[in-house]
Structures are given as structure tokens and as C-alpha cells.
């Protein structure tokens, strides 16, 4: 079995269970060791979600609680933790890979779909804790990575609305500033592809509760997504969604059109 970089929620929960079912029958994490062949230390990882457990652990482990077949179909479920994502955006992540649209409004950073390579550098380095430097690059890989989906799926409509005071925010020297409106510049230019900028003198409008991203699924199900201080909901009450896609379509028409935003970069970039 080998150790996980990064939990994934699934191997959390299937610890838990494991760890439950163990104290259920009594057993000292040495003594659920013996019955299963794995020192203790084993035990604790794969109960911590440290560890993905192989297939003698959990048959083992079967046996030794009970035979319930609660860990032979659970782990079936199992998935690897994702370096570079935040715990509570995975499930996120996830459903962005094959949704059939992806609506996205932020009035804090560039979305990180959006995000030169210096400008993901930078946020990354920014964070508090530091990011180490040994996970700095496999952070940015994966945030480039996801970048790719605006190009590899051509049919799939993504919509961006950002605030202008978030392209106005500097970084780095004028030449990384550049490289920024470059890189979102091209990835905006497909015609699947759609930026609206809030400028300004828009004052006060629909969306002022907070950043908010919006996907439907192939199988027609809306769901939302806000995120804030170390944390991020998965949204899929029917009306809360429903609410949700009403403040973005108002702030559709609020923002400026993609055409006059895309203009708005352009002179951005040239103030540099």
C-alpha cells in the first residue's frame, strides 16, 4: 500500500469506517494489525485516509469484522487525492471534466482556468502556509492542466464574469502583467468561450454575495459552487440553483458585453 500525498475525502470516509467497525469489535489498532497481517502503523494510515488500501487489507479486514461486505463495496468507491486542489474543490473538479456548460463569476482572483503561469505562480506563493517547494510544481501543473478543457472541448460553453478591479490588481513586474492579459486574451477567444468584465461605474449588482461557479450536467442536473475561507459548498437544492443562475443572467446584463470586455483588457494592457 503505498502513502497518499494528499487524502481524497473518499479515503477519509473509508478509514473512518474501518476504524469504527474495529472499535466496534473491540480490537487495539496492534490487535486488528495481527488479525490482518499489516503492523499498526498501516492500521492508522489507512484509518487516517493515509493510505489506499489494497485488496488483502480489505478482505483481511472483511474477515476479521464480521464479513458485513461494507468495505468490499465501499472501497470500490475509492479515489486518490488530486495534488494541487483543495480538498473541498475536488468534488468540484471533478464535475467540471464532463459537464455540458460552466458558468463562472469572481470578483477576487482570475479564475484559475484563466491564470498565466506566473499569474498561478504567484497565487500560489502568496498563500498562507507557504506552499512547499517541493509540491510547488505539481500546484501548477495541475492548474494548467485544467486549462486545457476550454480548447479540448469546443462545444461545451464557458462563460467568465470578472470584476475589473481583479485584472487591475498588480503582480510581479509589467511584463508578467502582460503575459497575464495575453494568456487570457487567447483562452477567451473560442467562440465556447465568453469573458464579461464588471467595470467600475456598475456600482452595486446582482451577485455582490460572493464569487459563485454554475455547471449543468450530461444528465441535465444544475448545480452551484461558493467557496470562501478554507471551505467550499457543493450546491444542489433545486431552488437555491435556480436562484443562483437568476442573480448570473442579471449580472449578464449588467456586466459589459464580451466584445467592449475584451476591448476594456486590451487597454488595460497597454497602460502597462
Keep these: 500500500m503505498t502513502r497518499e500525498p494528499d487524502p481524497s475525502d473518499s479515503l477519509r470516509t473509508f478509514g473512518a469506517v474501518v476504524q469504527a467497525l474495529r472499535e466496534h469489535a473491540g480490537l487495539s489498532r496492534a490487535e486488528f494489525g495481527e488479525l490482518v497481517r499489516f503492523s499498526k502503523h498501516t492500521v492508522e494510515s489507512v484509518e ?99 486549462q486545457r478543457m476550454l480548447f479540448e472541448r469546443p462545444t461545451t460553453p464557458f462563460s467568465f464574469i470578472v470584476e475589473e478591479h481583479v485584472f487591475r490588481r498588480r503582480f510581479g513586474d509589467a ?7 495575453d494568456h487570457v486574451l487567447e483562452l477567451t477567444s473560442p467562440r465556447n468561450v465568453t469573458l464579461q468584465l464588471v467595470p467600475f461605474e456598475a456600482g452595486m449588482h446582482a451577485c455582490l454575495d460572493g464569487p459563485v461557479q454554475l455547471l449543468e450536467t450530461p444528465k441535465g442536473q444544475r448545480l452551484g459552487y461558493a467557496e470562501g475561507q478554507q471551505n467550499g459548498r457543493l450546491i444542489s437544492d433545486p431552488k437555491e440553483v435556480s436562484l443562483l443562475h437568476q442573480r448570473y443572467a442579471t449580472l449578464r446584463s449588467q456586466a459589459l458585453n464580451a466584445q467592449d470586455s475584451r476591448g476594456l483588457l486590451e487597454r488595460l494592457r497597454g497602460e502597462l
Excluded: I
Design 175 to 181: 511584463g508578467q502583467m502582460r503575459e497575464l492579459f
Design 48 to 146: 487516517r485516509g493515509r493510505r489506499m488500501p489494497d485488496g488483502a487489507f480489505v478482505e483481511r479486514a472483511e474477515q476479521a469484522l464480521g464479513n458485513t461486505g461494507a468495505l468490499r463495496r465501499s472501497v470500490k468507491h475509492l479515489t486518490r487525492g488530486e495534488a494541487g486542489l483543495a480538498t473541498w474543490f475536488r468534488q468540484w473538479a471533478r464535475l467540471e471534466k464532463t459537464a455540458d456548460s460552466l458558468c463562472t463569476y469572481e470578483c477576487r482572483l482570475v479564475p484559475g482556468l484563466l491564470q498565466s503561469a506566473g499569474y498561478a505562480r504567484a497565487v500560489f506563493e502568496g498563500t498562507v502556509p507557504v506552499a512547499p517547494d517541493d509540491r510547488l510544481e505539481e500546484y501548477m501543473a495541475r492548474r494548467m492542466e485544467r
